[in-house]
């Protein structure tokens, strides 16, 4: 496996749980599982979400300290509907219903175990009037 050009990591008690949620939900694949320390990946993709146990010596302190997340990571799929049913039938709570964006995406917002916020991003064609009104002609 090669190593990922891009990474992010999610600091948790819960780094199992935190993992299955991104497999069973997002169509992830475990990389490395050390039990504190699981990477996770879509197929080949140059990038990887690190779930770090908190309190882990290698996470500083202060880090570890944090126990509310702001950050939000979004992730691109075939079907945000489908997603977003699989959630509910999981018993997970989404953050409004899936919308259409004007701007060409459908989407909704979920909170892994962790309490990371997760855009889930369906690409769709932009209504022609704010295409035409807002991106450059080719």
Do not use: C
């Not at 749980?17 to 490395?32: E, M, S």
């Not at 691109?76 to 489908?82: E, I, S």
């Not at 259409?100 to 909170?111: A, D």
């Amino acid at each position: 496996m090669q190593p990922a050009a891009f990474g992010a990591t999610v600091v948790t008690d819960r780094p199992s749980d935190v993992a299955a949620f991104y497999t069973q939900y997002l169509d992830l694949q475990v990389g490395i599982d050390l039990g504190w320390f699981i990477t996770v990946r879509r197929g080949s993709a140059d990038w990887e979400l690190a779930i770090m146990e908190r309190g882990h010596p290698t996470i500083p302190a202060a880090v570890s300290a944090q126990t509310e997340s702001s950050n939000v990571f979004g992730f691109v799929v075939d079907d945000a509907d489908k997603i977003a049913a699989a959630l509910r039938e999981g018993g997970v709570q989404l953050e409004g219903d899936p919308k259409t964006e004007v701007f060409g995406q459908r989407h909704f917002f979920v909170r892994d175990p962790a309490g990371t916020w997760i855009d889930v991003i369906q690409l769709v064609e932009p209504d022609p009037e704010w295409a035409a009104a807002n991106l450059p002609t080719a």
